[in-house]
Antibody, heavy 122, light 106 residues
């Protein structure tokens, strides 16, 4: 079964850091770009970041550029999102999601994880 | 930056009726458009990609149309499990989602 499983969320103070993980199974991980999408409480979906299958290319929304870093370890079938200088407005459920088409980046997201909650508060 | 606008924000429909949801892009996204369904407390689920192709396992009552800047998701006969929030997303460049349409029971 194709699956993504996020972990690493929690409560952090403003200005703090957190690293999220997205563990994949059931598909050839290194062939697919992986994205992070977040959803603030009661709000819509916001694309955050993406990384190509080989990890060479990375992309960020303007709202997180310079503060968040996406990376991947294809030997562990895992993508990471390191979040620094966290703000109250970063509070959200963070989902990882897989591109539908292999090798390309910039596609529909066919598989989503269940999400992990990040709360930034003092 | 391409901005996606969905309308209406809320759609009240009776079971068995047809629902038509709209999505507009601020500039052309060709057919690089997807629709997702999200139920409360769950992750989004891909319904439609490339504007009109149903994803695996999606019932035929869901259909997508449009290209360029105007897109439509139609649910031909609403079932109880279809009451949810629906999002459009372009992937022409950096992905962006619309604000969502909540389909509620009338």
């Amino acid at each position: 079964e194709v699956q993504l499983l996020e972990s690493g969320g929690g409560l952090v103070q403003p200005g703090g850091s957190l690293r999220l993980s997205c563990a994949a199974s059931g598909f050839t991980f290194s062939n697919y770009a992986i994205n992070w999408v977040r959803q603030a409480p009661g709000k819509g979906l916001e694309w955050v970041s993406a990384i190509s299958g080989g990890g060479i290319s990375t992309y960020y929304a303007d709202s997180v550029k310079g503060r968040f870093t996406i990376s991947r370890d294809n030997s562990k079938n895992t993508v990471y999102l390191k979040m620094n200088s966290l703000r109250a407005e970063d509070t959200a459920v963070y989902y990882c999601a897989k591109d539908k088409v292999p090798t390309a980046i910039g596609d529909a997201f066919d598989i989503w994880g269940q999400g992990t909650m990040v709360t930034v508060s003092s | 930056e391409i901005v996606m606008t969905q309308s209406p924000a809320t759609l009240s429909v009776s079971p068995g009726e047809r629902a038509t949801l709209s999505c507009r892009a601020s500039q052309s996204v060709s057919s690089n458009l997807a629709w997702y369904q999200q139920k409360l407390g769950q992750a989004p689920r891909l319904l439609i990609y490339d504007a009109s192709i149903r994803a695996t396992g999606i019932p035929a009552r869901f259909s997508g149309s449009g290209s360029g800047t105007e897109f439509t998701l139609t649910i031909s006969s609403l079932q109880s499990e279809d009451f949810a929030v629906y999002y459009c997303q372009h992937y022409n460049n950096w992905p962006a989602f619309g604000g969502g349409t909540k389909v509620e029971i009338k």
